[in-house]
């Protein structure tokens, strides 16, 4: 079992900042990617970011120059700085990690309970 705890969501005023976590426990062998998706109200979830092992990073273009992805392989967790924060950034944020859980096995895809991210303007 591998399981994925986010924290770092909160209400911050537009033009703030906030940093999200997600911490991935249980039987890992390796993560490949993590990443963060977001839903807003009435609108279907998205690809904020994602960063694979090696580093190299992906971005939504709504958040290029804003958001930042980062992950610390020894403690099995990804960040997610957000800063110049917008209204519509509002939504829950998940986070996600494909995970091997052996040597061998294929990669699994697990989520974490998501955080809700509001921004005020």
């Known amino acids: 079992q591998v399981q994925l705890v986010e924290s770092g969501g909160g209400l911050v005023q537009a033009g703030g900042s906030l940093r999200l976590s997600c911490a991935a426990s249980?039987?890992?062998?390796?993560?490949?990617?993590m990443g963060w998706y977001r839903q807003a109200p009435g609108k279907e979830r998205e690809l904020v970011a994602r960063?694979?092992?090696?580093?190299?990073?992906n971005y939504a273009d709504s958040v290029k120059g804003r958001f930042t992805i980062s992950r610390d392989n020894a403690k099995n967790t990804g960040y997610l700085q957000m800063s110049s924060l917008k209204p519509e950034d509002t939504g829950v944020y998940y986070c996600?990690?494909?995970?091997?859980?052996?040597?061998?096995?294929?990669?699994?895809?697990?989520w974490g309970q998501g955080t809700q991210v509001t921004v005020s303007s």
């Open positions: 996600y990690a494909d995970v091997a859980r052996t040597s061998a096995s294929r990669l699994y895809k697990y």
């Open positions: 249980g039987s890992i062998f390796s993560i490949n990617a």
């Open positions: 960063i694979v092992n090696g580093g190299s990073t």
